[in-house]
Each structure stands twice: as structure tokens, then as C-alpha cells.
């Protein structure tokens, strides 16, 4: 991996980790909103600046590509490399996720709603 996509991509933003996550299967602009909101249960909402403005970046970064237009909407993939800053980014917070549970008691992770 270029050392340039690793130093913006890693960490991800929310933003841009959803995008790859929901670009496993073709989508388009709209599609991947209403995915993410399902994902996060509403908390996280995407708007069309920001959603348009990183997909645009990640295409340009070859972490996505543009596959085809079907009724004026972009359909776009993730590539190898978007899966492989994806996988970099799970495997960060599955990391995390071991740290927390190392650290913090039964009760934290509880109330915490992990």
C-alpha cells in the first residue's frame, strides 16, 4: 500500500470506513446513505457534500471505482486497495475492541452498551 493512502485513510473517518463498507456491493450515492443510516440506527447521516466529496476522493485515491450510471445515479465497487484499507481499519478496531475488553470491567462494557 502506497505509504500516502495509508497516511490518509489510516485511521478512517466514520465517513469514509461506511462508504467502503457499504461499497462491498455495488451502490449508488442515495443507496449508500440510506445504508449507513440503517447501519448506525440514525446516527450517523450522511449528507450529500460530504458523501459526494469523499466519494469523490476515494475514487481519485483508487479506493473505489465508478462501475456505471443507471437513471442518472452513479453505481460505484470498492477495488483491491479500498479492501485492503478496509480490512487495515477493522482490523485497527477489532484491536480496539480487545483493548477495551483487556481494560475495562464487565460492568463499564455494560453500561457503555457494547
Not at 465517513?15 to 440503517?38: K, M, N, S
Not at 485515491?61 to 480490512?87: A, C, H, M
Amino acid at each position: 500500500m502506497d505509504p500516502r493512502i495509508r497516511r490518509v485513510y489510516a485511521p478512517m473517518t466514520q465517513t469514509g470506513f461506511y462508504i467502503l463498507l457499504c461499497l462491498r456491493q455495488e451502490a449508488h450515492g442515495y443507496g449508500i446513505v440510506q445504508q449507513v443510516d440503517a447501519l448506525t440506527r440514525g446516527e450517523l447521516h450522511l449528507s450529500p457534500g460530504t458523501l459526494y466529496g469523499t466519494l469523490s476522493k476515494m475514487e481519485k485515491d483508487g479506493l473505489i471505482r465508478f462501475l456505471r450510471e443507471e437513471e442518472k445515479r452513479k453505481i460505484y465497487r470498492i477495488t483491491p486497495l479500498g479492501e485492503e484499507v478496509l480490512q487495515l481499519e477493522l482490523q485497527r478496531i477489532q484491536n480496539l475492541a480487545q483493548t477495551i475488553k483487556e481494560v475495562c470491567s464487565h460492568d463499564e462494557i455494560a453500561k457503555a452498551g457494547v
